[in-house]
T-cell receptor
């Protein structure tokens, strides 16, 4: 299983763009990169998934460089409600995800 | 509502009790998972079921016993638990493995007294 490394915590202010970078140096050819968001006492929620280049949805963007050894989750104009833990995971079809400690994002007023 | 429903939301049990956690998914997924999340710790994968067959058991103590009668339902039977088993227990489902993302339930907050 590809191991991921991401910052333990980040602070931001309302209205700012937040970028959380994840390192996955031993990502395999078949692995996808998936990001989840978790609020306290709730299950993680799927945010976005990508394989290469850039993926954008209504919530976030995911930037993946050509070597795929890292990825960056971009949250545009965060609000207080974006305060949560964000997990970066890599894995392929049929592989069971292993969650790391994630990045605890605190959005301040 | 995520499409994965867990009951009960909260459970307090004594160390000699027997209880069960229930998970039901309405998404037509073929894989279901149990995760444990202790305070300030990452999620720990406990069990995996694909098409009702258990494919993963991550060295979980036998006081936790999973059951998957069909691809829509998953149970976690609990007996003679310890206080350190107090945690948030999360159920998730996915289609064709994890490539397309997991859908998690809201979890059961378990307290063992």
């Amino acid at each position: 299983l590809a191991k991921t490394t991401q910052p333990i915590s980040m602070d931001s202010y309302e209205g700012q763009e937040v970028n959380i970078t994840c390192s996955h140096n031993n990502i395999a050819t078949n692995d996808y990169i998936t990001w989840y968001q978790q609020f306290p006492s709730q299950g993680p929620r799927f945010i976005i998934q990508g394989y290469k280049t850039k993926v954008t949805n209504e919530v976030a963007s995911l930037f993946i460089p050509a070597d795929r050894k890292s990825s960056t989750l971009s949250l545009p104009r965060v609000s207080l409600s974006d305060t949560a833990v964000y997990y970066c995971l890599v894995g392929d079809n049929g592989q069971n995800f292993v969650f790391g400690p994630g990045t605890r994002l605190s959005v301040l007023p | 509502e995520t499409g994965v429903t867990q009951t009960p939301r909260h459970l307090v049990m004594g160390m000699t009790n027997k209880k069960s956690l229930k998970c039901e998914q309405h998404l037509g997924h073929n894989a279901m998972y149990w995760y444990k999340q202790s305070a300030k710790k990452p999620l720990e994968l406990m069990f995996v079921y694909n098409f009702k067959e258990q494919t993963e058991n991550n060295s979980v103590p036998s006081r936790f016993s999973p059951e998957c009668p069909n691809s829509s339902h998953l149970f976690l039977h609990l007996h003679t638990l310890q206080p350190e088993d107090s945690a948030l227990y999360l159920c998730a489902s996915s289609q064709d493995g994890a490539e397309y993302g997991y859908t998690f339930g809201s979890g059961t907050r378990l307290t063992v007294v």
